[in-house]
């Protein structure tokens, strides 16, 4: 699987757009070029209480309320997930659209930033920083990875026009089958 930060840009284009093409293809098979009847999807959210980690990363004090997305997508032919994605919203940010609070209108058409689009915030720069490490047993586990099989951390930060931090997504890929590219600008609406 090949993830090019392009996608982002990919995403904005289409958060405007129409139900029906949005929900035609989302990004997973953007990258991988499966159709969505060869994926399985599962999405579990939580609302947690923002650590001080998360709470100085979105610039909010310790204990905010956030949005926990833990987002799991494979082939249906296959075990493991492409990657382990969990992401965080400020709640108090997405609340103004009860939709987004609840997992089961997941996969959503569009995106995060078609759900972001929806409470009124653009996008406006995306950050992303990766490093790699040997995984936990968790993460070698339900991403089958064969013995001495690094994982590649990507940590994405997506800020609005403004400059705020609006979403927080942490991804654990498998750095035997995980290529990542990057050059991203995105365009003002």
Same mark, same amino acid.
């Given at each position: 699987m090949l993830r090019d930060n392009q996608r982002h840009q990919w995403e904005k284009d289409r958060a405007r757009r129409p139900y029906a093409t949005r929900a035609a293809t989302g990004a997973t098979?953007?990258?991988t070029g499966l159709e969505p009847r060869d994926l399985v999807f599962h999405a579990r959210y939580h609302v947690i209480a923002a650590p001080r980690e998360l709470a100085d990363a979105f610039r909010v004090p310790e204990g905010t309320l956030l949005l926990e997305r833990a987002y799991r997508t494979? @082939?249906?032919a296959e075990h493991a997930p492409f990657?382990? $994605?969990?992401?965080y919203l400020v709640r108090d940010l997405v609340a103004a659209n009860p939709a987004l609070l609840d997992a089961a209108n997941e996969p959503w058409p569009g995106g995060t930033q078609n759900q972001l689009y929806t409470v009124? $915030?653009?996008v406006? @720069? $995306?950050e992303e920083r990766v490093s790699a490490r040997p995984p936990t047993r968790e993460e070698a586990r339900e991403l089958g990875l064969p013995p001495g099989t690094s994982v590649l951390l990507l940590r994405k930060t997506s800020y609005d026009i403004t400059d705020r931090v609006v979403e927080?997504?942490?991804v654990t890929l498998p750095g035997d089958r995980a290529d990542l590219l990057f050059t991203t600008s995105?365009? @003002?609406w």
């Open positions: 098979e953007h990258e494979r @082939r249906a990657s382990l $994605v969990t992401s009124g $915030v653009e406006g @720069r $995306v927080i997504a942490e995105l365009e @003002r």
